[in-house]
């Protein structure tokens, strides 16, 4: 039975037609597929064909033979050529929709078929598609040889070409692509050579034409092109391969088409029939890296992972046979081996150990080993030591130990430079070949653990738990050291076990790394920070008496770089002692928070005396100043100061230097304090007045100013006579003292007077009277008159009023 078939012809000049006109067409084939196929059948000559050429020369212009998809779901196989005085002529067979070619020949295959037409019949002959032979493959108008030959000749663009084939076949949307060739029979090779390595579904249904002069018009997923009607290949509307043009440069990323490219540069496209047997998804690298690898076809890295992938995820697809071929490939000698391919090496090796003997492991173990003590990937694990069983095995072994013991040793000894993942890894290896580290696992140690700390981030590594839980005395010698340095940097400890879960729950003690680890829980419950320390102090399991350090561990890890306030140091020392302080090296930061503390900080002075107590041998002149300060404000406080009070603030002031600022403003505040006190010693006020200190006399000014004076200057006349008489006495004492108490006598005194009642400021004269003499309070008077005098501006608007 023949399939449908159409005829299709450039109108004949005369004949009143544009274009081209059916002359001949099977009566199945309905109107609208007649229509559609129209234009898809037309040709246009190259640029510049004359109208009337001989017959070699009509026979070297470009043939256009398509195989294109229509809307209703049939295909159009076809074949067009150039007839003389500018015409051409279409020979077209139409497959109905779900109708095969027969034999399931692939389309590409009907190029150079005998029974393609170049004139009208005068009767229909049979289709040119059910007279071929049933071979199979794609090329029967192309020899093996001559399909070998092209593929070698576009050896540059053959790996793109097919990458973008694979794109159009698995994406409707994907742009099409352009084969730039000078002859159109090359651009059925190109076809011939694709069809021959996708898979059949797709290789049935892919679209073509071996030639266009506008390839933008065309549904074809291949279109072919001359030179001169080449789009840009800028042009994101197509995938533009210039056979005719300079070599590509850059590689292809697709495992895919680089295999199917050196199979074909290989002249095997028989191993493409041979991978299709194989399991896996359409377009799948791994079978057909597989099978090539099996042939001895050398491919590259990225091949290579893929090939070993497939093989571990399908580890009983291939015979022994085939499994050593595979092995002995990603075995051999190699300069371009990636991290992906030794990952997938890996992969390979553990989906075969246990079912394949040591003469196949072990080669792909001894590889992975090498490539992890030379190689750049520092997350490559070694492989299990499985991998070495048996005489095989061990003999292997014992070379690698030869080949690079004293390598890696050295590497150990010397430091790693990169870091705890390239360590690990070291260390791994070197227990796997059965190295003897001992003696460097110290210092190998050392630099791991203030590594962990400088980059907690780094102990993420995969590698890092299984190393513990594989080699217990470096778990152990980790662990102490760690432990060991946290008094130091419990910050660093803390944020390194927040992001490594490290086993310490075993038989150590590790009392600091278990107060790290309780911290940041502690913290987020929203205790106090007092609360904190006591509860990561119970988490040590031992007492600051019995092991002072972890009091230091317990401070750095709940102040940090903050100051303990003046309370909360008076607890700590309060509750562990001066001695537990002095061994964990905490008794400073109990200073500092003496130091810093605010002038309204009522504990500084009491913690200051506590540590000049507690610590007479550690503490330094200036903080021994600075803290005699604050103990001098206590002593003025308490009214316990020894005589020459104004003398004894100075010399501290001096002695303590510029650092004993709020200690300073403690003592120079508690001095002017007491001096503002009613019943303060007449000489120790006389020596402040005529100190002629203008630090001194400042604080005193502000310290009179404060709401505590003022609220007893309004309660209390007495007091307000007290500060009279001082603040009105002394006017030969100098500059500073007559700028403070004239200031205070109009800024803090007057205002308090004037609210007064009669009654209260009858009872303020008195008590001036009682504190004085007569003479005092007629000054006191004076001072308290309002002023009659308007004064000059007051005359001269006075003077203007009356004149006018």
């Not at 196929?37 to 246009?44: D, G, I, N, V």
């Not at 493959?137 to 593929?151: C, I, K, Q, V």
């Not at 540069?265 to 896996?280: C, T, V």
């Not at 002149?621 to 009070?645: H, N, S, V």
Request: aromatic share 4%; glycine share 10%.
């Amino acid at each position: 039975m023949s399939l449908p078939q159409l005829h299709y012809t450039s109108a004949a000049a005369g004949d009143g037609e544009t274009g081209g006109r059916f002359t001949a067409a099977t009566s199945s084939i309905p109107g609208p597929v007649r229509a559609e196929a129209a234009p898809l059948l037309a040709y246009e000559a190259p640029a510049g064909t004359p109208e009337r050429l001989s017959d070699d020369r009509l026979r070297a212009l470009p043939v256009a033979f398509g195989h294109v998809a229509l809307s209703d779901g049939s295909h159009l196989l076809s074949r067009t050529v150039a007839t003389g005085a500018g015409g051409f002529h279409a020979h077209a067979v139409h497959l109905p929709p779900g109708v095969p070619i027969p034999g399931r020949i692939l389309p590409v295959a009907a190029w150079g078929a005998a029974g393609w037409l170049s004139a009208t019949p005068d009767r229909m002959p049979p289709d040119p598609l059910t007279s071929m032979p049933a071979a199979p493959g794609p090329s029967r108008a192309f020899s093996r040889e001559s399909l070998g030959d092209f593929a070698v000749s576009r050896s540059p663009w053959l790996a793109a070409v097919l990458s973008d084939l694979r794109r159009v076949c698995e994406d409707p949307s994907a742009p099409p692509v352009v084969l730039v060739e000078r002859q159109s029979a090359d651009v059925a090779r190109w076809v011939a050579l694709a069809c021959a390595v996708l898979p059949p579904e797709h290789a049935e249904r892919l679209t073509f034409t071996t030639y266009t002069r506008h390839p933008g018009r065309t549904p074809h997923q291949v279109v072919g092109v001359l030179p001169e009607d080449a789009p840009d290949a800028r042009d994101p509307r197509f995938r533009v391969h210039a056979a005719t043009g300079p070599r590509p440069s850059g590689a292809v990323d697709d495992a895919w088409a680089g295999t199917a490219a050196r199979i074909w540069r290989s002249r095997s496209p028989q191993l493409f029939r041979e991978a299709a047997d194989l399991p896996g998804e359409p377009f799948a690298a791994g079978p057909l890296a597989v099978t090539a690898l099996g042939a001895g076809i050398a491919l590259g890295s990225a091949e290579r992972a893929a090939a070993a992938d497939w093989a571990a995820e399908r580890p009983y697809a291939l015979d022994e046979k085939g499994t050593g071929q595979l092995a002995d490939a990603l075995t051999a000698p190699s300069d371009d081996r990636t991290s992906a391919e030794c990952a997938a090496a890996l992969r390979l090796l553990t989906a075969l150990d246990g079912r394949c003997p040591a003469s196949v492991t072990a080669p792909l173990a001894a590889l992975l080993v090498t490539e992890a003590v030379r190689g750049g990937d520092v997350a490559l694990e070694p492989p299990a030591r499985s991998a070495f069983d048996g005489p095989a095995g061990e003999r292997a072994l014992t070379a690698l130990v030869e080949e690079l013991g004293d390598e890696l040793l050295a590497e150990l000894a010397a430091g790693v430079s990169r870091g705890v993942a390239r360590t690990v890894q070291l260390l791994r290896i070197a227990r796997l070949l059965g190295v003897d580290r001992e003696e460097l696992l110290p210092g190998v140690v050392g630099r791991l653990a203030r590594a962990l700390l400088d980059d907690p981030g780094a102990g993420t590594c995969r590698a890092l738990p299984d190393l513990l839980d594989e080699q217990f005395d470096v778990r152990t010698a980790l662990l102490g050291e760690l432990d060991r340095i946290a008094p130091d940097h419990p910050a660093g400890t803390e944020r390194l076990l927040t992001r490594v879960a490290l086993p310490f729950t075993g038989t150590q003690a590790l009392p600091h790394l278990r107060m790290c680890a309780e911290a940041p829980g502690a913290k987020a419950r929203g205790a106090d920070r007092m609360e904190v320390l006591h509860t990561v102090l119970r988490a040590a399991g031992m007492s600051p008496f019995a092991e002072p350090l972890v009091l230091r561990t317990a401070v750095g890890l709940v102040w940090g770089e903050d100051t303990p306030t003046a309370g909360e140091a008076r607890s700590l020392l309060g509750e562990t002692t001066s001695d537990a302080h002095r061994a964990a090296g905490t008794w400073s930061r109990l200073a500092d928070a003496a130091l810093a503390a605010p002038f309204d900080d009522e504990d500084a002075p009491e913690l200051a005396h506590d540590l000049l107590r507690g610590f007479p041998q550690e503490l330094d002149g200036r903080t021994r100043a600075c803290l005699l300060l604050l103990d001098f404000a206590r002593d003025m406080r308490a009214g316990t100061g020894e005589p020459g009070w104004t003398d004894r603030a100075r010399a501290l002031r001096g002695r303590a230097g510029p650092a004993a600022s709020p200690a300073l403003e403690h003592a120079l505040g508690a001095l002017a304090e007491r001096l503002l006190a009613p019943g303060r010693p007449g000489e120790e006020l006389y020596a402040f007045v005529h100190s002629g200190d203008e630090g001194l006399i400042a604080a005193y000014g502000g310290a009179a100013r404060r709401d505590a004076v003022v609220s007893l200057l309004r309660a209390d006349p007495v007091y307000v006579a007290d500060c009279f008489t001082v603040w009105n006495a002394h006017p030969h004492a100098g500059d500073d003292w007559t700028r403070t108490r004239t200031a205070l006598l109009e800024e803090v005194l007057r205002p308090v007077v004037r609210a007064l009642s009669p009654e209260a400021l009858a009872a303020v004269e008195r008590a001036v009277e009682h504190e004085g003499s007569s003479r005092t309070l007629d000054a006191f008077r004076a001072w308290n008159r309002p002023s009659r005098s308007i004064g000059r501006l007051g005359r001269r608007i006075v003077g203007r009023v009356r004149r006018g």
